[in-house]
């Protein structure tokens, strides 16, 4: 839709003529999939991301480097090397969202984290693979932080203002790990309800990551795999289960126990 409200569209080129641009009324604009689908009156600048040129996929000495402009179809067509069969969440979650083929090439990784909807598969994706968010601020400085705890409820992250997410950082272990996936949503085309993300690391240890079912991402980790009760009782002391037309708390809490288990078995 058309934003009324915006009157000026900046395009830097590099980080220099990223600085100081955003701040009250101006928000970073990626694949625009989300901003342009509803009305900003808040708004009246848009900086657009994409023309800063990041390499969408850099594989690096410590593991792999996402930048926040690269799109869920650019991600979906990495080719993983063998030692990573972890990267086979990368298309499972992107089909989470569901999404066009237009929306595929749109939407960027960084705009679905920033979000932050409960739902954000691109959040469940990098929580489940200890995925760290590199934050950009101002012409020189930067800070890092899990993206477990970058996404701190329902549309809500620990962005500052004027910051901007840079890159996801995977660790080659994460990526060297068995995973398994399961997703439940009300309706077949539907927002998901609970994606239930299970990792088991080389050294046995177990790590269960809950998203779109709860408002922010919840990591039980294991030091090895745990009895079915263990992983129950586990679940069973997240408090709070999101709410919204796409699932209600009991039926989003008993079809996370029901999917945890099915991860569990399937990484026994
Ligand atoms: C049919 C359809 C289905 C959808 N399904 C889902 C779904 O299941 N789950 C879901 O989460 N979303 C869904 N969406 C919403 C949206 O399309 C996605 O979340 C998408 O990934 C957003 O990415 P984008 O690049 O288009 O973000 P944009 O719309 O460009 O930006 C989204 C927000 O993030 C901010 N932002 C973007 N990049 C950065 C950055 N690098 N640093 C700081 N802030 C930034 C923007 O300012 C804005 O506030 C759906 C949309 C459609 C049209």
Do not use: Y
Not at 83 to 89: E, M, S, V
Not at 153 to 174: F, H, K, N, S, Y
């Amino acid at each position: 839709m058309d934003l009324n409200t915006v009157t000026a569209l900046h395009r830097p080129g590099d980080r220099t003529d990223l600085t100081g641009r955003l701040g009250p009324g101006t928000a970073a604009l990626a694949g625009g999939t989300w901003l342009f689908s509803q009305p900003q009156p808040d708004l009246h600048t848009l900086v657009d991301l994409t023309g800063l040129g990041w390499p969408p996929l850099t594989v690096t000495a410590r593991g792999l480097e996402i930048a926040a402009t690269c799109t869920l179809a650019e991600l979906t067509g990495f080719a993983a090397a063998p030692g990573w069969p972890a990267a086979a969440l990368f298309r499972a979650c992107c089909e989470a969202l569901a999404g066009s083929f237009k929306i595929w090439h749109t939407a960027t990784v960084g705009g679905n984290i920033c979000l932050a909807l409960p739902a954000g598969p691109m959040t469940s994706l990098a929580a489940a693979l200890d995925g760290t968010a590199l934050l950009w601020s101002g012409a020189d400085s930067q800070r890092r932080i899990p993206v477990a705890e970058f996404v701190v409820g329902d549309r809500r992250t620990v962005l500052r203002p004027g910051e901007v997410l840079r890159a996801i950082e995977l660790p080659a272990a994460a990526l060297a790990a068995r995973t398994a996936f399961r997703r439940a949503a009300l309706a077949t085309q539907g927002r998901s309800g609970s994606v239930v993300i299970g990792r088991r690391d080389a050294d046995g240890a177990f790590v269960l990551t809950v998203t779109a079912a709860t408002d922010r991402p919840r990591r039980l980790a294991f030091a090895a795999l745990p009895a079915a009760a263990e992983l129950a009782g586990a679940l069973a002391r997240i408090d709070r289960w999101f709410d919204d037309p796409h699932g209600a708390p009991d039926w989003r809490r008993a079809v996370t126990l029901l999917l945890a288990e099915e991860v569990r078995a399937e990484l026994a």
